[in-house]
């Protein structure tokens, strides 16, 4: 859990928590000066957190989705309340961080825990239209790739990466063929291509019941569709101030 200091003389007293996704590296939303997200928020004078997860191994292969809940989200809640003295947070979740932010959220109000202020959403939580990735998820993708994280315990960094490159491709893939292999030139420094190159591993349970429940069953959008620690999920109780971008 990395904290960031206001940049301003006054400072809000309610911190900022912010949920990255573990498909990935948090610093996507601290890449550069201008495309900061942390630097942005830090300059409107608010203390932000952000999560730096794990970047899981075999040993890691039975870790679940709750486990992300219980050591992961809520975990970082207690310690930004305890480091700050405060009693709530606003948060924010991105990707894959943003679909755990919202399970949080659900389960933090069938526990009557108020200690969410707002929260700020870049993702899915109905998956009923997931994009150009539905093109690579159906039963048979799901069953491989548990195959494959059986094996080994965990879903490589690489062939996460490699989906990636397919769905933005004329950015990520073909322009640097042109420019490098056909016309010779040296590689253009990209930000976005480093960090996606940074690749992280996936847990077999945790990635193996994402998929299925969600992505697949579109599980998360019901009442009580999934359970967590003993807990049914309804994001239709959740009522903190959320934003979805």
Known sequence: LIQYDPATPEQYKRPFLIIPPWINKYYI???????????WATDQGRTTFIM????????????????????????????VCAQ???NSVNLAGYCL?????MTTLAYMTAKKDKRANSATFTTMLDFSEPGELGIFLDEGA???????????????????A?????????????????????????????????????????P???????????????????PGGITL?????????????????
């Not at 550069?32 to 942390?38: A, D, I, L, Q, T």
């Not at 961080?97 to 932010?101: I, Q």
């Open 29 to 39: 939303l601290d890449l550069r000066e201008k495309n900061s997200m942390v630097k």
């Open 52 to 79: 730096s997860w794990i970047n899981p191994d075999e040993k890691l292969a039975k870790k679940t989705f709750e486990d992300y809940l219980l050591e992961g989200s809520l975990e970082a809640i207690n310690q």
């Open 84 to 86: 700050t003295g405060e």
């Open 97 to 101: 961080g943003g679909t755990l932010a």
């Open 142 to 160: 799901v069953a491989g790739l548990e195959k494959k994280m059986q094996e080994r315990g965990f879903l490589e960094g690489s062939e996460m």
């Open 162 to 202: 490699g989906t990636f490159n397919m769905l933005r491709a004329n950015d990520l893939i073909w322009s640097f063929v042109v420019n490098n292999y056909l016309m010779g030139k040296d590689p253009f420094p990209f930000d976005l291509l480093y960090w996606n190159s940074d690749s992280t591993r996936m």
């Open 204 to 222: 077999y349970k945790m990635h193996s019941y994402y998929l299925r429940n969600m992505y697949l069953a579109n599980k998360l959008r019901e």
């Open 229 to 245: 620690l003993d807990t049914p999920i309804d994001l239709s109780k959740v009522k903190t101030p959320c934003y979805f971008i």
